[in-house]
């Protein structure tokens, strides 16, 4: 079975920062892509950012030249270092990655709360 765990969600104030992490937990041979997600009251899920397991990254433009997405292989961790937050990226962020157990599969964490008030 394999577990992800956020970590680092809060409330802050606009201009403020906040670093989130996720690590991976559980019998399995690897992992390849992990990434940031988020949901907001009313709206659909959508990607914040990704990382694969050779460092390459991908963001959404809302949070391109804000956020830095990072992993740590060796402590199956990946980390979104938020910057200049606005209350637009008020949500709940959720932690993905796919993990290579007996097959390919996507896992989600149970995902934390960050809030920007203006």
């Known amino acids: 079975q394999v577990q992800l765990v956020e970590s680092g969600g809060g409330s802050v104030q606009a201009g403020g920062s906040l670093r989130l992490s996720c690590a991976a937990s559980g019998s399995f041979f690897s992992i390849n892509t992990m990434g940031w997600y988020r949901q907001a009251p009313g709206k659909q899920r959508e990607l914040v950012a990704t990382?694969?397991?050779?460092?390459?990254?991908n963001y959404a433009d809302s949070v391109q030249g804000r956020f830095a997405i990072s992993r740590d292989n060796a402590k199956n961790t990946v980390y979104l270092q938020m910057n200049s937050l606005k209350p637009e990226d008020t949500a709940l962020y959720y932690c993905n990655a796919e993990v290579r157990t007996t097959y390919l599969g996507r896992y989600w964490g149970q995902g934390t709360q960050v809030t920007v008030s203006s």
């Open positions: 990382i694969t397991s050779g460092g390459l990254t």
